[in-house]
Every structure is written in C-alpha cells, then in structure tokens.
C-alpha cells in the first residue's frame, strides 16, 4: 500500500495486488480436468473444501451431472465445517492483530478442532484434494455424525467465549466501531459479496439466492449489519458460524448412513481399487481416466458458490478433451480488496490494521 500522509491521517492510497501472482488459471489449463482441485485448494487456502466443491459443481454443470443426495449432504456439511474454519481464522487474527492475544488462542482451538474432523475424513488438514467430479473421494467415516455435532457444540461455546472477552473490552471495540464504514450501495458498485457486503446491510447470500446443492432444504438466518463498519464484518462473521453450526447439525440428520457419494459413471468415476487390481476393465478405465482425463462436452459455463470470502465463481470453456480449454476464476476477496484504498483514505494509519482484517484478503484466492 503506497500511503500519502499529512501526520498520520491518509490523504491519499494506492492499493497495489498483484505480488502473489502463480498463473493459477494457464496450471489448470495444462492438466486434466480431475487435476484442477489441488489447485482450488491453493485459492483460499484456510476454506479448501468450498472451493474442490465450487470447481466440482462447475464441470457437473457442464457435464449434466446429477451427483447423489448423499453426496450433496455430505458436501454440504464439509464446506460449512470449511466456511467454520475460514470465519474462525479471520476473527481471530482480527482480535490478535489489535492485542487481544488470548482470545485468538480460544479461536484457534475451535479453529484446530474442525482441522481435526476434516483430517479424519479427509485425510489432510487443509489442502483436501477431497472433492471429485460426479462425487467424493470416499464415504464418510462412521463416526462423522457424532464428531461433527460434537464439534459444534465445542466451537459455539469457544465462540461465546471469545465474543465475551472481545466485545467487554473497550479499546477492541473502539478500534473497530465507525472505523472503515462502506455503504450497501457502494460495497455493490465494487463488487463485493459475502460478510463483507452483508455487513453493510446487503442481505445476498448465494445459498439463498440461488441455491444449490440441498441449501434450500435446511433453516439457517442470513446475518446482516447496520453500519458497514470493521465492528459488523467482525459480528457478521460471528453470526454466520453459529449459523454454520446450525446447517452442520440439520444436515447430519438428512444424511443417510448408506449409499453412495459419487455418481455410478464410468466415464468420469475412478473404478473402485479391487477391480482395477483384478479385471482387466477396471484397469484399462483407470488407465483412460489418469492419463486421458474424463471427456468433458464442449460448452462453456459459469457456476457460482457461496466462499468463506463471498460469491466464487469458475468460468470453464471446455472443446470436447480431457483438458480444461480455459478457466477463469471471480475471487470474492479480489474486489473487497480493491476497494481497500477508498476505505482507508481520510482515516488513519493505525485503522489500516483493523479495517484489512476485517476484509480476510487471502493471498491465494486474490493474486491466484
């Protein structure tokens, strides 16, 4: 950030992205179709699992897919336990970054117990690679149930915790209230979605407005703001992991303890590993799918999911192989982050602190 400074109050700021930048899209379009998810768990890299299924969605979409319900359950609950694990990071470092210590500590440990849950299913702590096209890499583990409610009811208590201790200190919540104020209409001219934009009083959540996966099935409240400042994108985040929790704990009850979590389809579902070891048609699909990559129709389409940032979006153009033709990414921090500098100007340098916390810019998903 180039600053223009009369003391210590900003006259003037240039809000520079762009340092982190991997070409990211040109990657995806060198590998097969099924080799994009290691790279969607580099975008925001503290929520992966919402984005393996945002890209997942998207070649459904391209593909006619319809996975089974199972699996939507099942994804449904990995990206709230994702969205848990992005909101937690943020509020924390947001409380740390200011001085409040202990509270990001609390975080962290509610932080550390989703991590936890989602190395039991998934097998790593934060870079899943779990998501597949037509499905999941494998069924849930027979204690998921169980361990999720577990979870939630850990994490709202941390929550309730650390909310105490923050929002009781006086100097936190000066730091925070009437600091960074954006309006709803000018957080829309930029562009902006997700905790972001409904702490500005903007009620648009993609999981309301138009749903997917089974959103519209389940009850769960859209927390919004009143004055657009750096206190409500801290509250609305607050607000949107106890609403998380109360996904988690409706959808643990609609998914069935058996069948499958990916599409019966040769054409894009890796053959199970003891019939690759032991027919001859197991190994020649398995074969195909590794080296060729499944064949995706030609077309082009966009699909929107609601990240831990806002509304991301994959662009996918496909000519007919098993090779992306181009893929173009909407990060939801991209436009927050551009709009960093009209926030911070006429403020103060030590507001920068609180104001980008609040924004969660993730290097990953901003420069990709």
Same mark, same amino acid.
């Given at each position: 950030?180039?600053?223009?400074?009369?003391?210590?109050?900003?006259?003037?700021?240039?809000?520079?992205?762009?340092?982190?930048?991997?070409?990211?899209?040109?990657?995806?379009?060198?590998?097969?179709?099924?080799?994009?998810?290691?790279?969607?768990?580099?975008?925001?890299?503290?929520?992966?699992?919402?984005?393996?299924?945002?890209?997942?969605?998207?070649?459904?979409?391209?593909?006619?897919?319809?996975?089974?319900?199972?699996?939507?359950?099942?994804?449904?609950?990995?990206?709230?336990?994702?969205?848990?694990?992005?909101?937690?990071?943020?509020?924390?470092?947001?409380?740390?970054?200011?001085?409040?210590?202990?509270?990001?500590?609390?975080?962290?440990?509610?932080?550390?117990?989703?991590?936890?849950?989602?190395?039991?299913?998934?097998?790593?702590?934060?870079?899943?690679?779990?998501?597949?096209?037509?499905?999941?890499?494998?069924?849930?583990?027979?204690?998921?149930? +169980?361990?999720? *409610?577990?979870?939630?009811?850990? =994490?709202? #208590?941390?929550?309730?915790? @650390?909310?105490?201790? /923050?929002?009781?200190?006086?100097?936190?919540?000066?730091?925070?209230?009437?600091?960074?104020?954006?309006?709803?209409?000018?957080?829309?001219?930029?562009?902006?979605?997700?905790?972001?934009?409904?702490?500005?009083?903007?009620?648009?959540?993609?999981?309301?407005?138009?749903?997917?996966?089974?959103?519209?099935?389940?009850?769960?409240?859209?927390?919004?703001?009143?004055?657009?400042?750096?206190?409500?994108?801290?509250?609305?985040?607050?607000?949107?992991?106890?609403?998380?929790?109360?996904?988690?704990?409706?959808?643990?009850?609609?998914?069935?303890?058996?069948?499958?979590?990916?599409?019966?389809?040769?054409?894009?579902?890796?053959?199970?590993?003891?019939?690759?070891?032991?027919?001859?048609?197991?190994?020649?699909?398995?074969?195909?799918?590794?080296? +060729?990559?499944? *064949?995706?129709?030609?077309?082009? =389409?966009? #699909?929107?999911?609601?990240? @831990?940032?806002?509304? /991301?979006?994959?662009?996918?153009?496909?000519?007919?192989?098993?090779?992306?033709?181009?893929?173009?990414?909407?990060?939801?921090?991209?436009?927050?982050?551009?709009?960093?500098?009209?926030?911070?100007?006429?403020?103060?340098?030590?507001?920068?602190?609180?104001?980008?916390?609040?924004?969660?810019?993730?290097?990953?998903?901003?420069?990709?």
């Amino acid at each position: 950030i180039v600053l223009e400074l009369d003391g210590e109050n900003i006259q003037k700021a240039d809000v520079q992205i762009g340092y982190l930048h991997r070409g990211f899209e040109k990657m995806c379009e060198r590998g097969t179709w099924a080799q994009v998810f290691p790279y969607t768990d580099r975008l925001n890299y503290v929520s992966p699992m919402l984005n393996n299924v945002g890209y997942a969605l998207a070649v459904e979409k391209l593909c006619g897919i319809a996975v089974p319900e199972r699996c939507e359950w099942y994804r449904m609950i990995l990206g709230e336990l994702a969205r848990i694990s992005d909101h937690l990071t943020c509020t924390g470092a947001m409380a740390m970054e200011l001085g409040a210590f202990t509270p990001f500590l609390y975080y962290c440990k509610g932080r550390e117990m989703v991590w936890d849950l989602l190395e039991e299913e998934t097998g790593a702590r934060m870079t899943h690679s779990f998501g597949r096209v037509g499905g999941m890499a494998k069924q849930p583990t027979p204690a998921f149930k +169980e361990l999720c *409610k577990a979870v939630c009811e850990q =994490v709202l #208590s941390i929550v309730a915790e @650390g909310e105490t201790m /923050l929002l009781g200190n006086r100097i936190f919540v000066d730091r925070l209230e009437n600091v960074g104020v954006i309006s709803g209409a000018d957080a829309l001219a930029l562009g902006w979605t997700g905790p972001c934009l409904r702490a500005s009083g903007v009620a648009y959540d993609v999981r309301k407005a138009h749903p997917y996966l089974r959103y519209d099935e389940v009850e769960f409240d859209v927390p919004v703001g009143k004055n657009g400042d750096t206190l409500d994108r801290f509250l609305v985040r607050l607000g949107e992991i106890r609403q998380s929790c109360r996904i988690i704990l409706q959808s643990i009850e609609r998914l069935a303890d058996s069948g499958p979590v990916s599409v019966d389809d040769p054409r894009f579902v890796m053959p199970e590993k003891e019939d690759v070891y032991n027919t001859i048609e197991g190994t020649i699909a398995h074969f195909k799918l590794v080296m +060729e990559g499944i *064949k995706v129709p030609k077309g082009e =389409v966009y #699909s929107y999911t609601e990240g @831990g940032n806002g509304e /991301l979006g994959f662009y996918l153009v496909s000519d007919g192989t098993g090779t992306p033709h181009r893929v173009r990414i909407r990060p939801p921090c991209f436009p927050i982050v551009a709009g960093l500098g009209q926030i911070i100007t006429k403020g103060m340098i030590s507001d920068i602190v609180p104001i980008f916390g609040s924004m969660n810019m993730i290097g990953g998903e901003c420069d990709h």
